[in-house]
Structure formats: C-alpha cells, structure tokens
C-alpha cells in the first residue's frame, strides 16, 4: 500500500487559566504523535474521552491549527499553509462529525445541503452539471430523489448521516476523518451506516480516519488501531495482533472491559484503577503509572517510546515483553 498521509510528532497545546494571581498553563491535548495512513486504509484511534483522539483529528484537517509537528499530504506540509493556501486541499480532506442533527443546516434543503460544498469549490460549471452530481451521489448513498427538497428535521439519525456522508464523498475525498460517526445513532442502525461506509470505502479508496471509543465498532471497521492515553500514542497495531496480543497494560486492560456474550467464557479482567490525570499536569514519565499494576521505577522516570514489539505492532512500555498475562 503508498502512504498517502504523514504526520510527523504533532502537537496541540491549549493555554489554560491558572486562574486569579496563579500563572497560566498550558493542555497538552496531543504530544509528539507521529504515524502514517496508507491508501485505502482505516486506522482507528481508540481512548477514553479527553485522550486527544478528536483534537488530532481535527489537527490533521488542520480545522485547528496543530502548535507544531507536520502533516505530509501529497509531499506538501499543510501545517505551514495559510488558509488560502490550504483550501485546494481541502476538497480532498473531508471531516463526518459524531452528531448529524448538529451538522446540518436545518434551514436548507438536502438539494442545498449536498450541492453547497461543490458550489463553493466551483466543481461544477453550469446548475444541470450541480444536479448531476447530486443525483449520482445519492444513489450511490442510498438516497432517494424525492428526499432532496426536504429538510433535515424530516429525517432519522441514520438517513441524516448519510446525508451527511453524501455531502462529504461529492467532493471526491481522499481522506476521511470520521469523529464518532455512529455513536449518535440508534444499535439498529449503526451497522448500515458502518456497512455503507465500508462499501463506499471499497468502492472509491479513499482512506478513513475513524475515531471512536467502542472496541466493538473497530473491531468491524479498522485495518489498524492506534490507543491513545492523555495525548500520545500507547499502542499501534494492525487490528488482529492488537486484539489478539495486547502489549500495553492500558489496551489490555481496555479490552479486558468488552463485554462478552457467553456467560461460560470466563476471562480475567483488568481493571483500570483511578481516574484519568489531567492533561494539564500529567504524571512524570511514563503518563499512565498512576493506574498501571506493573508500574516500577523506571516508569516514573523515563518516558517509553514507541519500540516494535511485533509485525506491524508498536507500544510504548518499558515493561513490553516481561509482563505475563
Ligand atoms: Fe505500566 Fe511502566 Fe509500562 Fe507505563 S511503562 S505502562 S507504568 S509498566
Ligand atoms: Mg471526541
């Protein structure tokens, strides 16, 4: 597979109010992360909430601006471009948010909805060429024709993420990040969208992004998984050594909490202890010791790194290989 994003140790800092007389601080919201995305690939990024998981996405969309780092999309670094500079690439990065009553203008019509993206970036030349496009991606959607002089109030979460996912593949996406595109919706039909995003998927290349915090969902949807505590990555795997050889102590406890539906399956749990420490003043060296059972020593002090632990499998714990599961 090419690689068709980079993304070299990006960083998103947040100044804070220390509040009266106090000095500010700062959130380090995403520290230092680097990975790739190839063509045609999901990479998933799973973590509680408040990990970073949508502050990175969004810096990648470069919706905001990262503090530092760089994004290598088609050779060129989009964190040192002006907006004006930015917007040709834009057509190609496309954003589907967690919540489609909140995405979508309830004043236009689902034609205006759809057809407003080519609009602005004059992707099409005459008005018969706009309703061209639009008709050819609703089919390709599942949307029906007569849908498109209504409003989105007329529509359930379902049809509206797809009209949400019909507004964003007009634009001929090469990237895709989705924010918890299904956990608004209702069990029932979460796999349809899934399912529909999957075939689309196939059926154009383009590559997603897809954040979430359900273990199921990216288990259905992901080639790779990358976990994310308090801002960095722990744990980088293709979808079956990390659901098959947890390495780090936080993804192993992570799934331990899955639940499982035969009531004979007896497995041992990992529970997470504690709560999440704040990004503002995280622990010293390794972020997550105030909850881990194997922390000693070292963790305290030195910072892992992400290392190879496996094939196509990074984490990062000084423990790797020496714990016993
Ligand atoms: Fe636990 Fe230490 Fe590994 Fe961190 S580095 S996950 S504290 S064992
Ligand atoms: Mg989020």
């Known amino acids: 597979m090419k690689k068709l994003l980079e993304v070299k140790n990006l960083t998103k800092t947040f100044p804070v109010n220390g509040g009266f007389l106090k000095k500010s601080k700062k959130l380090t ?30 810096c990648i969309l470069q919706i905001i601006k990262p503090t530092s780092g760089e994004v290598i999309f088609d050779g ?25 009553y909140a995405s979508l203008n309830p004043r236009m019509t689902i034609r205006e909805l759809i057809g407003a993206p080519v609009h ?12 061209e496009k639009i008709r050819e991606v609703c089919k390709v959607v599942g949307i029906s024709e007569d849908w498109l002089n209504k409003y989105p109030h007329e529509f359930s979460g379902g049809q509206r993420q797809r009209i949400v996912i019909a507004r964003a593949l007009i634009m001929n996406p090469r990237f895709i990040v989705c924010d918890e595109p299904v956990s608004a919706l209702d069990v029932s039909i979460r796999s349809q969208v899934l399912n529909l995003m999957k075939d689309l998927q196939e059926q154009f290349k383009f590559s997603y992004l897809f954040v979430s915090h359900d273990l199921s969902v990216v288990n259905y949807i992901g080639d790779r998984i990358a976990v994310m505590y308090l801002g960095e990555f722990v744990e980088l795997a293709t979808k079956r050594e990390l ?12 799934l331990s909490a899955i639940p499982v539906a035969d009531v004979n399956y007896k497995r041992e ?17 390794c972020r997550f010791r105030t909850r881990c059972r194997y922390a000693s020593d070292v963790c305290k002090s030195k910072r892992p790194e992400l290392k190879l632990v496996g094939e196509d499998h990074f984490a990062a714990c000084h423990m790797c290989g020496k714990i016993t599961k």
């Open 269 to 285: 749990r990992t529970y997470l202890e504690g709560e999440v420490p704040s990004p503002v003043n995280p622990p010293s060296g």
């Open 120 to 131: 602005a970036f004059k992707l099409a030349a005459t008005s018969d060429e706009l309703d």
């Open 243 to 254: 659901f098959n050889n947890p390495s780090h102590p936080y993804t192993q406890a992570l």
């Open 29 to 58: 919201a995403v520290d230092g992360i680097s990975f790739d995305v190839m063509e045609g690939e999901t990479l998933c990024l799973v973590g509680e909430s408040g990990c970073g998981k949508s502050t990175l996405g969004r």
């Open 76 to 100: 060129v670094d989009l964190c040192k471009l002006d907006e004006k500079k930015m917007r040709p690439y834009r057509q190609y990065l496309q954003m589907i948010f967690q919540d489609p």
